[in-house]
């Protein structure tokens, strides 16, 4: 069983940039991958991006890639979403999940956060 937290979303300019955290709770966490996905009003829940256990490899979907960062600290049970560059259409609540699996499904996705909400002014 897994736990997720995010935090670290807000208003900002665009332009600007942010950093979301995901704080796990459980054992196999660094076995986890972790993807970040994200909802915009009225629209599906998107993938944005994944990084596998090690921190290996990470992955992000082409319109955020140059400007959206993946990372993990295993020890501090740790990912972080660095996001640069913020555009308008980057407004969403912002997930992550863990899964047992390399997955830009959804579905694949067992643990979810409560998601935390990222809003970009132009």
């Known amino acids: 069983q897994v736990q997720l937290v995010e935090s670290g979303g807000g208003l900002v300019q665009a332009g600007g940039s942010l950093r979301l955290s995901c704080v796990a709770s459980?054992?196999?966490?660094?076995?986890?991958?972790v993807g970040w996905f994200r909802q915009a009003p009225g629209k599906e829940r998107e993938f944005v991006g994944a990084?596998?256990?090690?921190?290996?490899?990470?992955y992000v979907i082409d319109s955020v890639k140059g400007r959206f960062t993946i990372s993990r600290d295993n020890a501090k049970n740790t990912v972080y979403l660095q996001m640069n560059s913020l555009k308008s259409e980057d407004t969403a609540v912002y997930y992550c999940?863990?899964?047992?699996?390399?997955?830009?499904?959804?579905?694949?996705?067992?643990?979810w956060g409560q998601g935390t909400q990222v809003t970009v002014s132009s």
């Open positions: 459980g054992r196999t966490f660094s076995r986890n991958t």
């Open positions: 990084i596998s256990g090690s921190g290996g490899n990470t």
């Open positions: 999940a863990a899964s047992d699996r390399v997955s830009t499904t959804r579905g694949e996705y067992d643990y």
